[in-house]
Structure formats: C-alpha cells, structure tokens
C-alpha cells in the first residue's frame, strides 16, 4: 500500500509546486541582463506573498517525500 500512496503523492507535489511557481510574477529574466528593465527593490504583499510561501513549503515537501520513498525502497 506504501509503495503507490507515496508515489501519488509526490506526484501531486510536483504538479502543485509547477502551478504554484508558473503562477509567481513574472519581471525579472533574461531582459534584466541585457539592460531591457530597471529592477527595483519592492516587498511581496498579500497573495504574491502567500504564493511565495505556498511554493517554498511544496518544495519542502516534496523534497521530504523523495527522501522518504529513497529511504523506504
């Protein structure tokens, strides 16, 4: 039973954590390199700053799910 539950699950991490990092602003890139866009310094607020989270722990997560599926092969 552990060997397809871990697997689903990190299945759905994964899609999560794409959605949650191709939802993030976009702004910053290879156009800030080339001199196309002035970057200045501004705080996350509101959702950009739950999203941010949101991504961080998803990461987290699915990096402790990978660990545990290499741990209990």
């Known amino acids: 039973m552990r060997q397809i539950i871990l697997p689903i699950i990190q299945i759905v991490l994964s899609a999560l954590l794409v959605a949650a990092i191709l939802l993030q602003q976009r702004g910053t890139g290879l156009g800030a390199t080339f001199g196309g866009e002035s970057t200045v310094?501004?705080?996350k607020r509101g959702l950009e700053k739950g999203?941010?989270?949101a991504t961080i722990g998803l990461a987290v997560?699915?990096?402790a799910t990978?660990?545990?599926n290499i741990a209990l092969a």
């Open 61 to 63: 997560l699915f990096f």
């Open 41 to 43: 310094f501004r705080t």
């Open 66 to 68: 990978a660990i545990l």
């Open 51 to 53: 999203l941010y989270y």
